[in-house]
């Protein structure tokens, strides 16, 4: 494990870079800023390295950025309803950062915060952070301390397990929200990756993004991933859905139970010849295909990220869980742990 020092925050902590390799020459960077994953080098059909993740060249643009590019997302990944939520008979009122919701944690979610970083070499490289988030941040109830490892294998997984506590009863819901661009040349969409997701159905939302608390099931639909298909294929299709999301933005919700870890989702790209396998224990996966990058984010290289440069697939709970009782529930009551385990695995074809 080597570290570096990255950057400085505006009120002088370091933040450090922590880079992990294994013994394919798969690499992977890591800053203790939001936990955020900056550089993840796989190799393309013919071994070629090439960066498949969306970021900045420096912390600057981690600190100012509005994408969540590589962060890990929290209290709550996805949308609140109006930032409300009752929980014991008592109402909350989070910070609403999206316009009249509550998106990503608020206005300084887990992506903005300074992380404690423990790098340990076990038989794989692994690093693990550790950020303990207040009583009151943003509004959520209970002091909480949420731990994440990112674990790199010889297979080339990045393993990424979570485990959270909380001191009065609240509600937890991370994700790991990195911007996939399998190509590697971040001047070309991802139109062209060609998805799979496990699953027969999604959560339908409304105008706002939030669930309308249906299941609805994807037959018929431009949402029915459950052969692979590129993603541009039906992205412009006339559906209410698309019309909401300006795109894919939406939950799936994958086959099988929640809580053993199950594949999920396998993105490819047909020119690199890379495919990454998405394996988790969430209840749902968001797939969003990177609609609102508008060219206003200068990434790495001073490349001005177009729209649908980058995909997601955030691994978590259902948006809007905690007003919508007939969904997985997110509350973690103190005694219990809160634990997540998700993979990202690299091959290719
Ligand atoms: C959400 C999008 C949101 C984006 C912010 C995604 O997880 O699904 O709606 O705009 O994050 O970068």
Redo the contacts with the bound molecule.
Sequence with gaps: MKTTVFGKLPDGREVHRYLMANKAGVRVEIIDYGATITSLRVPDRNGKMDDVVLGYDSLEGYVQG???FGAI?GRY???IAKGKFQLDGKEYQLTVN?GENH??GGRTGFNKVLWDANPAVSSEPSLEMQYVSREGEEGYPGTVTLKVRYELTDANELRIEYEGATERPTILNPTQ?SYFNLSGDFTKTILGHQLMIESDSITPVDQG?IPTGQILNVENTPLDFRVPTAIGARIEDPDPQLAF?KGY?HNWVPRGAAGKVRKAAELFDPASGRLMTVLTDQPGI?F?SG??LDGSAKGKGGIAYQRRTGL?L?AQAFPDTPNKPQFPSVTLRPGQVYRQTTIYRFSTR
């Design positions: 509005t994408a969540y997302v990944g996805n949308r999206d998106l990503h929200h993004l999301g933005d968001q969003y609609n609102f997601c955030e």
